[in-house]
């Protein structure tokens, strides 16, 4: 019985060895390459570096700054109207798609495979495509053009991408109010930014579309057979059994909606690197620009500090929406 033992203690040693040397590439990589950068960018970020010299210990000063840092401030802003626009209709947008493409149809699967083919091209090739489309002699004006010819009226083309104006100074110019530049958190969205916020609805619809039509075919079609039976209709079905039981999945989408807002970065750096004055500006696109000195010298200190107050918004507003959408989930 005791050799039994002892041969069965050797044998389970000899598997955890195993297990551990499988697992040692990808614990090595780990531990150097995301909890090693991690904590090296927390020392980063209490320091003054310009990954030339050796790093100036500088304390709280870089995170004490940003309440002054009217660029980093601006950038929030930017984001917060895009976050909210955004997250709103392409959550919105995939429901209807997704209700609409789960209901008996003809060509069901070539409407899916048609929907969704924005969500497989990368972003650069989508970028570059609203970029050609956006120009001033691009097809959108030309299609506003001909548009207004046919009601009498000339189009005046307007430059998408080098916009500055905001949606809420155009709403007000006809009542004889021009907000200021200085108060330019009163503007609202530029149009360049709503341009692109635009792009960004466009090719990610697709995605959480696909996963709400997963979700609607987890829901019992029993529910909406004693639901009719009962008199309701199809309005009432949708607004009482539908979205009450995707509220899991409409938790999820908004909260990767909500990271993958806040974290935009490739179109603002393809197609406005921020501008037309800072109205594109983004957290992430200002931490890339400061830490590698784009527009100056490189201030990683800097960087690296914004990106923890970044993370730490992404963070806080990820718990305030568990806590509105995903109170009483649990019963679906």
Known sequence: MAATTARKKVRI??????AYMFLAPYLLVTLVFTVGVFLFAIYVSFTDYNL???????????YRSVLGDEKFLRSLVNTLYYALIVVTFQTTL???????????????????????APSVTSSVVISFIFLWLYLKTGYINYFFTKVWLLWGGEWEAINWLNDPR???QLILLPFGVDIPSSQWYFR?????????????????????????????QDIPPSLYEAASIDGANKRQQFFRITVPMLRPVILLIVVLGTIGTWQIFDQVKLLTAG??????????????????????????????????????????????????????????
Do not use: D
């Open 13 to 18: 040693k000899r598997e955890t060895i195993a």
């Open 52 to 62: 030339f010299t050796t790093p100036e210990w500088v304390g709280l000063a870089h």
């Open 94 to 116: 995939a429901l209807l798609l997704a209700v609409m493409l789960n209901a008996p149809m003809r060509a069901k699967q070539f409407f899916r495979t048609i929907f969704y």
């Open 166 to 168: 905001g949606l809420f």
């Open 188 to 216: 609202g969205p530029s149009i360049t930014w709503m341009a692109i916020m635009f792009q960004n609805i466009f090719t990610t619809v697709p995605t959480f579309m696909i996963m709400f039509l997963a979700a609607l």
């Open 275 to 332: 501008g037309p004055l800072n109205t594109t500006l983004t957290p992430v696109y200002l931490i890339f620009s400061e830490g590698f000195g784009i527009s100056g010298p490189p201030r990683m200190g800097y960087a690296a500090s914004r990106a923890f107050i970044l993370g730490a918004i992404i963070f806080a507003f990820t718990i305030l929406q568990r806590r509105f959408i995903e109170r009483g989930t649990e019963q679906y």
